[in-house]
C-alpha cells in the first residue's frame, strides 16, 4: 500500500516514539537578546538647537509690538495691495509664457547645424545674460530718446511711408515691463531648454529616425517629454525668480506688488508691517508655484519610474487611516505605494 499523502523534498520522518533533542546550548536564542537602539547624539543636538531658534522666534512674533500685526491685517487685503498682486501675476505669467516661448525657439537654434543660426542664438544668450534687468528695463523705457520713431517702410532710411508710430506710445511702460522681462527670460529659458535636450539618449533619437518618424514628431513625442523631467526644475526655479523680479518694475513706476507697498508705507511710515505683506504674499504665490511644480515633475516622472511616489495627501490619507485603525479593531490599510513596489520585485504587474 503506497503513502499517497504530500511531502516536501528532503524532508525526514520522525518515529512517534523517538526522543525529542535537547537545545545545543552552544547556541543562542536571538529572541533573548536586547535590541540597542543606536544613540544619535549629534542629530539630536543639532534638532533641539533648530527648535529652540524657532520656538524663540515665534515667542518673539508673539510679543514684539513693532511687527504691528494689525496694521498688517488692515493693509493685507487692500485694494492696492490687491491690485499691485494683480500686476505681478500678470507680468510674470506674460513674462514667463513670452520668455519660454521664445527660449525654446532660441535653444533650436542654438543646436541647429546651421552656423549663423548657432552663432545667433549665442550672441543672443550672451548679451542678455550680461546685461542687468534693471538696465534692460530703464532702456526699453526711454528708447524714445534712442529712436523717436519706428514703423515699416524703405529699408535703411527712415521714410516709414507704410506705417509708423512715436515711440513713446508704442512701447509705454507696460510694454517695456514686458520686453524687459520677456527678453531676459527668454536667454535663460533657452539654456535650460537645451540642457533638457541635450540630457535625452541620443540613440533615441537615431532610432526614432531610423524608423522614419519626422523630425518635429521626433521632437514634440520623444524629446520633449523625457527633456521635461529635466527642464522642469530649472524652468520652476526661473519662473519663482521672476514672481520675485517683478519687483524691480518699481524703476519704471508700475504699480506692482512692492511699488505699492512702498507708496503705502512712505506715506504712513509703517515700514515693517507693510513689507511684511509683501513677503507673505510672495510666499503664497512661490508656496503655489512648489505644489504645482511637484505634480508636474511627477507627471513627466510616468516614463521613468515603474511606481509613481504617493502624493502627500496619499501618505497623509494612509498615516491618519493608520492611526484610527490603532484605536479600534480594524485593519490599518497598507501603503498602496509598498504594495505596488511589492508587486514589482516579486515579478508581477504593479
Known sequence: MTDTLPRSRGAITAAPDAPVPSPDPRRWDLGTIP?????HWFRWTLAAVVIFVLAQFAWSLVTNENYE??????????????????????????SAAA???LGTVIALARLSKSPLLSSAAWLYIWFFRSVPLVVQLVVWYNLGYLYPTLGLGTPFTTDFWIV??????????????????????AAYSAE????????????????????????????TR?????????????????????????????????????YAVQVIYNRNSRVIPLLLVAVVWYT?????????????????????????????VQRARVWLAAQWARLGDDVAP?????????????????
Open 35 to 39: 535590541v540597542v537602539r543606536t544613540k
Open 69 to 94: 500685526w494689525d496694521v498688517f491685517a488692515r493693509y493685507f487685503f487692500s485694494e492696492p495691495v490687491l491690485r499691485g498682486l494683480g500686476l505681478t501675476l500678470l507680468y510674470t505669467a506674460v
Open 99 to 101: 520668455g519660454f516661448v
Open 164 to 185: 509708423s508710430f512715436p515711440t513713446v506710445q508704442l512701447i509705454s511702460a507696460f510694454a517695456a515691463g514686458v520686453l524687459g522681462l520677456s527678453l531676459h527670460q
Open 192 to 219: 535650460i531648454i537645451r540642457g533638457g535636450l541635450l540630457s535625452v539618449d541620443q540613440g533615441q533619437l537615431e532610432a526614432a529616425a531610423s524608423l522614419g518618424i519626422p523630425p518635429r514628431r521626433r521632437l
Open 222 to 258: 520623444i524629446v520633449l517629454p523625457q527633456a521635461m523631467r529635466s527642464i522642469i526644475p530649472n524652468a520652476t526655479n526661473e519662473v519663482i525668480g521672476l514672481v520675485k523680479g517683478t519687483s524691480v518694475l518699481f524703476v519704471i513706476a508700475i504699480p506692482e506688488l512692492f
Open 284 to 312: 503664497i504665490v512661490t508656496t503655489i508655484l512648489s505644489i504645482a511644480q511637484y505634480y508636474i515633475e511627477r507627471h513627466y516622472a510616468r516614463g521613468s519610474v515603474r511606481v509613481l511616489p504617493p502624493t502627500p
Open 334 to 350: 497598507e501603503d498602496p505605494h509598498a504594495d505596488a513596489q511589492k508587486k514589482t520585485n516579486d515579478g508581477g504587474v504593479a
